[in-house]
């Protein structure tokens, strides 16, 4: 089946500019995760929305991020007048439920420059 | 500040040898998770540890975490080119938010 996807694969922005990353989990996944990963270094962990609950944003580095999930589908992550430290690969992930050991299925990215 | 640190950050080896990556923490975790990304794509598990003292085998790669859950090991045996790629390890402090290693560069030479 089909696995989760992102679009753009690739963005380029002038710094100033909005931009807005969208994530498609797979089908029946209730849990939805946004990382991002600097080059040379980990996962850094954004938000995450768990079926209607209220989305957990502690992850959020400043009021310029922000993001949206309709019901269990379509994400989208929004960065507001985007600065050159924003520049980064954006990560999707979801899988089936919350808990421990749970597996997280990711998308292949969304590569971020802001020049 | 890096919840889980790994070790070493680069590692490039012939066809054939043994590796091994380290992720330690002072922290407890109730799992560790190890996973392999390959450049343009998003890392993929290879296999969750729940249980201190754990050994778990996936063909050539063996995985331990450690007796009081605050590390964990990967060893690869016999690496071939198909192995290099980045390995990360992340646990679960709480429920849910993974925290993950800055990831270990494998590379294997033909």
């Known amino acids: 089946g089909a696995g989760v996807s992102q679009s753009p694969s690739n963005k380029v922005t002038e710094k100033g500019k909005d931009v807005e990353l969208r994530c498609d989990p797979i089908?029946?996944?209730?849990?939805l995760y946004w990382y991002r990963q600097r080059l040379g270094q980990g996962l850094e962990f954004l938000i995450y929305f768990q079926g209607n609950s209220a989305p957990d944003k502690s992850g959020l580095p400043s009021d310029r991020f922000s993001a949206e999930r309709t019901g269990e589908s379509v994400s989208t992550l929004t960065i507001q007048r985007t600065q050159q430290e924003d520049s980064a690969v954006y990560l999707c992930?979801?899988?089936?439920?919350?808990?421990?050991?749970?597996?997280?299925?990711f998308g292949p990215g969304t590569r971020l420059t802001v020049t | 500040t890096q919840l889980l640190e790994q070790s070493p950050q680069f590692l490039s080896i012939q066809e054939g040898e043994n590796l091994t990556v380290y992720c330690n923490s002072s922290?407890?975790?109730?799992?560790l998770q190890w996973y392999r990304q390959e450049p343009g794509e998003g890392p993929v598990l290879l296999v969750t540890?729940?249980?201190?003292?754990e050994v778990k085998k996936l063909k050539r790669l063996t995985f331990q975490f450690g007796d009081a859950r605050k590390d964990s090991s990967l060893h690869i045996t016999a690496a071939q080119p198909g192995d290099t790629g980045l390995y990360l390890c992340a646990g679960d402090p709480n429920d849910y938010k993974l925290s993950f290693g800055a990831g270990t560069t494998v590379t294997v030479r033909a």
């Open positions: 089908s029946g996944h209730t849990a």
């Open positions: 922290s407890v975790f109730s799992s």
């Open positions: 992930a979801s899988s089936l439920v919350s808990g421990q050991g749970r597996e997280q299925y």
């Open positions: 540890v729940v249980t201190g003292g």
